[in-house]
């Protein structure tokens, strides 16, 4: 099963991609780890997303296309199919994608959207923290780990992005609505959406993405 999971900053994409991952033995590809990782190498196109990535704008679709048509390529092993956080973004980002995976085993076949108000999403994103040893994700507000600033799980002093902070958010979210709203009506148009009520507790989320993967 290849899918695509989509949410607005702060949705929870991260917390449901590593269970979905876990659960159904799919292949977690996280644009976000991809930029990380070609911004620590140096890398051409690390460099060129590093530019966008430190104003908390999003990196332009070439730049992005080419990471993950890299990353497909050099994909080990496929496992049971892959799950994509975080891409497409735009239009123009779906509609490469649909051109490199035509006819193939790539395509996508299902688009999760993890859908919560704009309103909710401020404490989620300003009070996350993240361990990178681990990469336990916790928040200050509604998950606080038991040592203030200390991971729970390894002892690792934990952080906080550079864009979580309110400024950077309103132009996420202002790109998202612009952005990547469209691309959820797009694949909606063609029945592959399943809408998840994400502004609820962890477990009652979980149980709404199992029924319906479990369905596919």
Same mark, same amino acid.
């Given at each position: 099963m *290849? ?6 900053? %702060?949705? /929870?994409?991260?917390t ?10 799919? *292949? ?5 780890d991809?930029?990380?990782? *070609?911004?620590?190498? %140096?890398t ?17 679709d070439?730049?992005?296309n080419?990471?993950? +048509? @890299?990353?497909?390529r ?7 199919g892959?799950?994509? @956080?975080?891409?497409?973004r735009?239009?123009?980002? +779906?509609? +490469? ?7 193939t085993? @790539? ?5 999760l959207?993890?859908?919560v ?6 404490k ?10 681990? /990469?336990?994700?916790?928040?200050i507000?509604?998950?606080?780990? +038991? ?5 729970d ?20 979210l ?8 469209p ?5 909606a148009?063609? @029945? ?9 507790p ?6 709404d993405?199992?029924?319906i993967l479990?369905?596919?």
């Open positions: *290849n899918i695509f999971i989509m949410g607005a900053p %702060g949705s /929870g994409k991260g449901f991609s590593s269970r979905i991952r876990d659960t159904y033995n799919l *292949n977690h590809i996280s644009t976000g991809i930029f990380r990782e *070609n911004i620590s190498k %140096g051409p196109l690390g460099q060129q997303a590093r530019q966008y990535s430190e104003k908390g704008l999003l990196v332009p070439e730049i992005t080419a990471m993950v +048509a @890299d990353y497909l050099n994909l080990p092993d496929r496992k049971n892959y799950l994509l @956080d975080g891409y497409p735009t239009l123009a980002q +779906a509609k +490469a994608f649909e051109e490199l995976t035509a006819g085993a @790539d395509a996508p076949d299902l688009v959207s993890m859908d108000p704009f309103d909710v999403l401020t989620r994103i300003t009070g996350r923290r993240t361990c990178s040893k681990c /990469g336990a994700i916790y928040n507000y509604t998950k606080a780990p +038991a040592a203030e600033g200390i991971c799980a390894c002892g690792t002093e934990l952080s906080q992005r550079k864009d979580d902070n309110e400024e950077s958010l309103k132009v996420r202002n790109e998202y609505a612009a952005n990547t709203e691309v959820i009506d797009y694949y148009s063609r @029945d592959m959406v399943e809408r998840v009520n994400a502004d609820r962890i477990e009652e989320i979980w149980s993405v199992q029924e479990n369905s596919k």
